[in-house]
C-alpha cells in the first residue's frame, strides 16, 4: 500500500523558514518523480514545485522560485521541501503527490494527507 | 502559464441525476506528436487530500466507478458525472501537465439538490 506521510509543519514568523518532509512507502520510491502542492485555507489548489526521479531536475512555480527548495534522498525514500523568507500568503496545507513519470512533472495518483504552515506574528 | 478555467463554480443535481463540469485550458494541451490531451481530473472530498478520477482527459483511474467519465480536447474538457450518488458530494478540479508550471482549475463543488 502506497503511503505519504508528510511532517514538519507548524507557525512561524513572516521571513522566517520551515522544512517540510514526506516519508514514502509501498512503491519504487526512486522511480518516480515527487511534488508539493498546497491549499491555501478555504482555496483552491497550487502546483508548488516538482522534481525528477533521480533529483537531477527541479521545477517550481514563480511564487515560490528562488525561496523554496525541493529535494529527495532516495535511500530514505524522503521527499523535502525547504521554504525560505516565508510570507504570510504561504499559509496552506502542503501535500507531498507522487507523480505518474519519472522525470517531468504530470499527474498524481497518490497524495499525503496534509501538513500545515501558518506564516503569522 | 496556462490558465485553467472551470465552470460553473458550484452546482446542485438531485440524486440520480446528471452533473456536468467544464474545463478550459487558455491553450491546446493536446500533444500532437503522441495525439494525447495533457489534462486530469480530481475529487476532494472534506478533509481530505485530492483523489484521482482521470487522466488522459478520458482514462479513468482504476477504481474510479464507470458514471465519472471525461471527454474533450484541445482546449475544451468534460467532465460528467452519471447517476449522482450522495458520496460524490465534493469539490471538483481540473489540472494540465501539458508544460509546467502545472496549473489547476478554480475546482467546481457539486452539491444534491
Known amino acids: 500500500e502506497v503511503q505519504l506521510l508528510e511532517s514538519g509543519g507548524g507557525l512561524v514568523q513572516p521571513g522566517g523558514s520551515l522544512r517540510l518532509s514526506c516519508a514514502a512507502s509501498?512503491?519504487?520510491?526512486?522511480?518516480?518523480?515527487m511534488n508539493w502542492v498546497r491549499q491555501a485555507p478555504g482555496k483552491g489548489l497550487e502546483w508548488v514545485s516538482g522534481?525528477?526521479?533521480?533529483?537531477?531536475?527541479?521545477y517550481y512555480a514563480d511564487s515560490v522560485k528562488g525561496r523554496f527548495t525541493i529535494s529527495r534522498d532516495n535511500s530514505k525514500n524522503t521527499l523535502y521541501l525547504q521554504m525560505n523568507s516565508l510570507r504570510a500568503e504561504d499559509t496552506a496545507v502542503y501535500y507531498c503527490?507522487?507523480?505518474?513519470?519519472?522525470?517531468?512533472?504530470?499527474?498524481?495518483?497518490?497524495w499525503g494527507q496534509g501538513s500545515l504552515v501558518t506564516v503569522s506574528s | 502559464d496556462i490558465v485553467m478555467t472551470q465552470s460553473p463554480d458550484s452546482l446542485a443535481v438531485s440524486l440520480g441525476e446528471r452533473a456536468t463540469i467544464n474545463c478550459k485550458s487558455s491553450?491546446?494541451?493536446?500533444?500532437?506528436?503522441?495525439?494525447?490531451?495533457?489534462l486530469a481530473w480530481y475529487q476532494q472530498k472534506p478533509g481530505q487530500p485530492p483523489k484521482l478520477l482521470i487522466y488522459?482527459?478520458?482514462t479513468r483511474e482504476s477504481g474510479v466507478p464507470d458514471r465519472f467519465s471525461g471527454s474533450g480536447s484541445g482546449t475544451d474538457f468534460t467532465l460528467t458525472i452519471n447517476n449522482l450518488q450522495a458520496e460524490d458530494v465534493a469539490v471538483y478540479y481540473c489540472?494540465?501537465?501539458?508544460?509546467?508550471?502545472?496549473?489547476f482549475g478554480g475546482g467546481t463543488k457539486v452539491e444534491i439538490k
Open positions: 503527490a507522487k507523480d505518474l513519470m519519472s522525470v517531468v512533472p504530470s499527474y498524481f495518483d497518490y
Open positions: 509501498g512503491f519504487t520510491f526512486s522511480s518516480y518523480a
Open positions: 522534481i525528477s526521479d533521480s533529483g537531477d531536475s527541479t
Open positions: 491553450q491546446s494541451v493536446l500533444y500532437s506528436s503522441n495525439n494525447k490531451n495533457y
Open positions: 488522459w482527459a478520458s
Open positions: 489540472q494540465q501537465y501539458y508544460s509546467t508550471p502545472l496549473t
